[in-house]
Nanobody, 127 residues
């Protein structure tokens, strides 16, 4: 599975931004998907995850109520809608796919050696 993230850029605090991640190769609907981020000088952290059909979602406490993960299996794409971003949301954002048929909980614990990862897109939130 190859993943291509896009949509990053500069956004003002309190604004909005939508990230997209297009998947190719493999059966998209068999993968739970997730978004992770790596702030400057910090380790990569989990942001959000979504189940195969989109019926279940998980969020990190730091983004709950502000970010929304969704997917369109017809377009092989997962999204991250970022509303009311804060300067501390500044990071490189990565999309990831869990191994086929792995449950959503696997996404929340994925390291870079597990599943499939995109190349990252930079999000900078200005105050």
């Amino acid at each position: 599975v190859q993943l291509q993230a896009s949509g990053g850029g500069l956004v003002q605090a309190g604004g909005s931004l939508r990230l997209s991640c297009a998947a190719s190769g493999g059966t998209f609907s068999s993968h739970c998907m997730g978004w992770f981020r790596q702030p400057p000088g910090k380790e990569r952290e989990f942001v959000a995850a979504i189940s195969w059909s989109g019926g279940s979602t998980w969020y990190a406490d730091s983004v709950k109520g502000r970010f929304t993960i969704s997917r369109d299996n017809g377009k092989n794409t997962v999204y991250l809608q970022m509303n009311s971003p804060k300067p501390e949301d500044t990071a490189v954002y990565y999309c990831a796919a869990a191994p086929p048929e792995a449950p959503i909980v696997v996404v929340t614990r994925m390291g870079p050696e597990v599943g499939y990862w995109g190349q990252g897109t930079q999000v900078t939130v200005s105050s």
